[in-house]
């Protein structure tokens, strides 16, 4: 990374980023168009520990992104938490965001095991579900027309979500978990940036 002042280490730093994200962003190389990339949004659960990010979508039987990933498993994925615009009257080229973000290349499997398609699901619908409530506290009303929320006021209303959803778990039955395929990307190569406000 070149901007080695703007990188997010370690599992527990990347984990707060990921926690405020509802959609990732996964490319793969076409089917069809070999040689080119494809790339999709969507809904996403996860696990980080010791450095392995495991992220799990569900989707349809059949589809392009099956398609893909079965002819070439090698992926590449990216998430982002995009705040505050900053403006330099002065000098434009000096505007920018504040932002957060992770990304990272892996290898993408169908999951076959249903105890492990449920836990997946499970993940993801947790995820969503936190990130629907993140949502609707960032769209209270504030004290002030013209505030806006920092990385680490973000971080912080993304614990007291966590804690709000902590006691709700979100169990699948192997028969529910039959009606989707569920697939994961495993990844240990991936990155943290921010740029803090």
């Known amino acids: 990374m070149r901007r080695k002042d703007r990188e ?4 527990e730093n990347i984990a707060k980023i990921i926690e405020q994200c509802t959609t990732c962003h996964v490319a793969m190389i076409d089917d069809v168009n070999v040689g080119m990339p494809y790339v999709i949004p969507m809904s996403f659960g996860y696990s980080l520990m010791d450095g392995v990010l ?32 900053e403006i330099h009257e002065d000098d434009y080229c000096r505007s920018g965001r504040f932002y957060a973000s992770v990304v990272g290349q892996g290898k993408a499997e169908i999951v076959e095991d249903n105890a492990e398609k449920c836990r997946g699901l499970s993940l993801l619908m947790e995820r969503q579900a ?42 699948f039955t192997p028969a529910q978990a039959a009606a989707v395929t569920v697939f994961k990307i495993t990844s240990t190569n991936f990155t943290g940036k921010a740029k803090p406000e």
């Open 8 to 11: 997010v280490l370690g599992d």
């Open 130 to 171: 936190a990130g629907a409530a993140l949502s609707a506290h960032a769209r209270q009303p504030s004290g002030s027309e013209h505030s806006s929320q920092s990385a680490a006021s973000s971080v912080h209303a993304t614990g007291a979500v966590q804690q709000m959803h902590a006691s709700h778990k979100f169990e």
């Open 54 to 85: 495991e992220l799990y979508f569900h989707c349809a039987h059949v589809g392009k992104k099956l398609d893909c990933i079965l002819k070439n498993p090698n992926v590449a994925f990216s998430m982002c938490v995009e705040n505050r615009i």
